[in-house]
């Protein structure tokens, strides 16, 4: 019998995947690395890790580290690692937006990346406000691709469609949100791992733009600024319920080693 | 809210560059036609010039 065992993950304990992110970051810090650590054995467990195309764990405190997509840390646009654009403030907390001019590209084109009736969009908001903003997304109409968070005390779950979008009400935006379209016609809202809107909406395409973050591309221009500070976000397939509510706890998980959960 | 302001030649000059390591400038223009950028941009660059812009009552466009 033999083993194959990647040396440098097995001298740490560490995910291999977790380790590569962390040297591509250049992160140290003990706290940080156990965060990272048990998120990506926590998510391969239970099996959002499959589902991801893109997560950005908002580590270390600067753009720098902010920047690097965990699922895969290269520094180039086809790993979807993010451009930080205008007057982001970046701390141990995370990324936060200013409402003006700022916004994250991730590169990931939903047409040539993204599955029309498989797909979701996630966001951990630590900011409590109440304004017409985007926090990820994408649109050409009629295709919108979108998470609003308490929007005129509201929050919207669209993915791939126009209309008759899932929504909740909210009076506090300080949550883990994800948009999931797990069908055709079915599209559910999840706050804090309760599943909070559901709509039918029959998908309508997938817009030919990159995704954004802390605001959404609209048709190429940068629209509905936000002011909530990012301490998570991801974009992958579509998940199951199950699937949804444990991509919570794990991440809720690593916000608590970080002393930043809300 | 307040924001600074530069000129058309200012803000295409500040296209593509890093106020800070990994983060862009984003000159963007105001509902009054006026060219700006965000005191955070400002306050984490160290461009003399940059810091230096005037201040500006942000009309959103």
New interface residues.
Partial sequence: MSFLVNPYSYATGCDADAVAFLAAAGITDATITSAICTLVISMKANGTWAKMNAIYPMVGG???TH?FNLKNPADTNAAFRL????????SANGALP?G????ANTFFNSLTNAIQNSHHLSYYSRTNVNLIQAEIGNQILPVQNLLQIRTSNLSYYIINQNASYANAADTDSRAFYIANRTSSNVVNGWKNGVKVATSTTVSNGRPNLNIYIGAYNNNSV?SAYSTKQCAFASIGTGMTDGEAAALYTAVQAMQTTLSRQV | MQVHQLTYEEAQSLVGVQFMPDNYFNPIMDADGNWIISIEEVEQCSIDWVKELPLLNYNPA
């Fill in positions: 600067t753009a720098t920047k451009t930080f654009v205008g007057g982001w403030t970046h200013n003006t001019n700022t916004y940068s």
